[in-house]
């Protein structure tokens, strides 16, 4: 295996082709009404300013996790990452630079949404990696067991792409750094490759580079700010220790650029067949759900196959966005007063990988405008980022601040009140504190509801049944 020639399959994945995925302008809604917009709730949050700033202290979760398919999701930035098999001590970004690395995949959402069916688009992956590397695959990690004998591996978790993969012992072309032993095909009793004539590679061919080596499938994906390459292969995939997968599919990575720094690959949660909730769906009926802790020092859970709360309420996913979950957005209100957002943001992508909630421009603007003069009381600074409005709150030391709420109205009824710890994001330190939306820097109807701003709902992924569900208080 050492001696396998890399160079052809680095020829070969110079040209990626990006999923055709379609959707044209999918039709707008015209006349939805944001249900709940007249209500006398209280829209004023009240947030100690010390709470705003990180703790170094893990806290886990209070709600004990009594259901058997759960696993335990860390912050890989914060300090609840486990001691054994810890990932390697990394960095944490500026907020900047989780920015950016929204931007790219933003962007590459934006690619794949305006595709025409017709035409690919070929990238070389070598050279579209920034020469400045931002991470990739969001921020949220979770452990499961791969192999016979069964080892642990720390995986992003990524509703916005759909292989599973981990770096691969020799890793021919370069891997990351990482602190978990890399997955060694030959010591596992139950590792095999997928031959180039199998469905699996057939399918694998439909939504990311595809090539042969021996008989042997391999593939290529491009991410926003990164790439992995190598042999696909099945493997038993433990989630928890009850439930086991034989002969789940998933990529042994041979090449990865970009930092994915802290885990040892992704867990595809997308939608395609390949993805996980496809592969395990006779047990877990394509279900699954997470919450994502208010902050980094804290933990949550991915959960698969359990009931949907009688709390949650639901909205459909888009049939027009064949990869990604896509909702209808239909209003956006801060302290109770409803933004105009034209009828309706019909591309709304729910990713567990996107840090913040990217708006379209005239939604943006009007929602800062909002803001701002709603925090009229305090301290606005120019800031050094790219979010606005920015206040200085260093002034009010051990003090409480009263902030206006934000909801997000989804079709069907669906209020999803902003978590506090959602709504702004400390900058630098207590001198600029920022409200923590981004702008698409488009004013078309496309939108990406981000992970800072879902923390602390279940987020209920019910595929088989279409929706995507919100419950308060998951964590
Ligand atoms: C998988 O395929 C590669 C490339 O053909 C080969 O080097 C390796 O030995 C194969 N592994 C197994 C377990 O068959
Ligand atoms: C990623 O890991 C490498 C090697 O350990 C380190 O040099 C780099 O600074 C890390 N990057 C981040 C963003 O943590
Ligand atoms: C709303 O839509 C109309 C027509 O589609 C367009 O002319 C107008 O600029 C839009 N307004 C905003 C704020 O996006
Ligand atoms: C500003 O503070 C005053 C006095 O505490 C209060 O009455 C007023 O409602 C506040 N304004 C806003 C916009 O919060
Ligand atoms: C903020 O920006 C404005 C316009 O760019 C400038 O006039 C003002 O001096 C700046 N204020 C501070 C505190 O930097
Ligand atoms: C803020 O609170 C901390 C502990 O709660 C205390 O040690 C500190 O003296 C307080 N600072 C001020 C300015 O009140």
Not at 98 to 110: A, I
Not at 141 to 170: A, I, N, Y
Not at 303 to 324: D, R, Y
């Amino acid at each position: 295996m050492a001696s396998t020639p890399l160079s052809p399959m680095s020829l070969t994945f110079i040209l990626y082709v990006f999923l055709v995925l379609l959707c044209p302008l999918c039709s707008l809604k015209k006349g939805l009404t944001v249900e709940g917009k007249e209500t006398t709730k209280n829209y004023i949050r009240t947030v100690r300013v010390n709470s705003l700033l990180p703790s170094n202290v893990c806290s886990q979760s209070t709600r004990v996790l009594n259901r058997a398919s759960s696993l335990k999701v860390v912050n890989k930035y914060g300090p609840c990452i486990p001691v054994t098999g810890a990932p390697k001590t990394i960095n944490v970004p500026s907020t900047a630079e989780f920015l950016l690395q929204d931007q790219l995949r933003v962007k590459s959402f934006q690619v794949r949404l305006s595709m025409n069916p017709s035409s690919g688009v070929f990238k070389e992956m070598q050279t579209t990696i920034p020469a400045s590397i931002v991470p990739t695959g969001g921020a949220y990690v979770v452990t499961v067991g791969l192999g016979t004998p069964k080892k642990d591996f720390t995986l992003s978790f990524d509703t916005g792409s759909d292989l599973t993969w981990t770096q691969c012992e020799p890793c021919l072309g370069g891997c990351f750094p990482q602190n978990q032993p890399k997955f060694d095909p030959t010591t596992s009793t139950s590792y095999k490759n997928v031959s180039c004539s199998s469905e699996f590679c057939k399918l694998i061919a439909e939504e990311a580079a595809q090539d042969c080596i021996s008989n042997t499938c391999l593939y290529g994906i491009q991410y926003g700010s990164g790439y992995t390459i190598g042999f696909l292969a099945t493997e038993t995939l433990a989630i928890a220790s009850s439930d086991v997968f034989k002969n789940f599919l998933f990529g042994c990575s041979e090449e990865s650029r970009g930092t994915f720094n802290g885990t040892t690959g992704l867990l595809g949660l997308g939608r395609s067949p390949i993805a996980l909730p496809s592969q395990t769906t006779n047990k877990y009926k394509n279900l699954f759900s997470y919450c994502l802790p208010a902050s980094p020092s804290s933990t949550g859970h991915l959960s698969f196959g359990v009931e949907v709360s009688q709390a949650a309420k639901s909205t459909p996913i888009s049939p027009k966005l064949k990869q990604l979950y896509g909702l209808n957005t239909v209003g956006i209100s801060v302290r109770g007063r409803e933004l105009p957002i034209n009828g309706s943001i019909s591309r709304t992508i729910i990713d567990s990988g996107t840090t913040f909630t990217f708006l379209p421009s005239p939604t943006y603007s009007a929602l800062g405008s909002a803001f701002r003069e709603m925090m009229a009381n305090y301290t606005l600074t120019n800031g050094t980022s790219s979010f606005q409005p920015c206040y200085d709150f260093s002034n009010i030391g051990n003090g409480t601040l009263t902030i206006p709420g934000i909801s997000i109205f989804f079709e069907g009824g669906v209020e999803v009140e902003i978590d506090v710890s959602g709504i702004m994001i400390p900058v630098n330190g207590l001198k600029e504190v920022c409200l923590a939306f981004a702008d698409t820097g488009s004013d078309s109807d496309f939108a990406i509801f981000g992970n800072y701003q879902q923390k602390t709902y279940e987020v209920i992924y019910d595929v088989a049944k279409g929706m995507v569900g919100f419950a308060p208080k998951g964590c």
